[in-house]
């Protein structure tokens, strides 16, 4: 188990990767961001997109799937998240193309309230497969602390 303690600043971590697809694009569009640029190509032709792309929502949500596959995985003992900070979706998502999540821990703070607690916040960048910054936030993530030795 990987508890608070066992996390340094500035330690990086390499997620994963995420394929979109078309057909996730557009369930995605048509369930939760039913914008045309995001259900049609005629119209998002008529955009700034060029063609059809994915929502910022959808894009963060595929980046919580490559997070939560990795660190269930490493059995972290992770306490959910309060919120993120700064979300910037600075590309367009397209279907075919391949997300890559990485983060990278800013600082650890623990729980003066709760202390068998603490929380930490990462830079996480998000990149397709050009190399391209498609989105970034930052995270604030609890983490429970290991338990004391009896």
Avoid: C
Wanted: net charge negative; hydrophobic share 35%.
């Amino acid at each position: 188990m990987i508890y608070f303690e066992d996390l340094e600043v500035g330690a990086e971590t390499d997620f994963g990767t995420y394929e979109v697809t078309r057909e996730e694009v557009l369930e995605f569009a048509r369930k939760y961001d039913p914008q045309p640029f995001h259900l049609s190509d005629e119209e998002a032709a008529k955009t700034h997109f060029g063609r059809l792309s994915a929502s910022g929502w959808h894009t963060a949500a595929m980046t919580m799937a490559v997070i939560a596959r990795k660190v269930v995985g490493e059995e972290q003992a992770g306490l959910g998240s309060p919120g993120i900070d700064e979300l910037r979706w600075k590309k367009p998502v397209y279907p075919g193309d391949t997300l890559h999540v990485t983060g990278k821990i800013l600082d650890k703070t623990p729980s003066r309230s709760r202390p068998d607690m603490g929380s930490f916040r990462t830079q996480t960048i998000v990149t397709n497969q050009d190399d391209q910054v498609v989105m970034t936030f930052i995270s604030i993530v609890l983490m429970r602390r290991r338990p004391a030795e009896s």
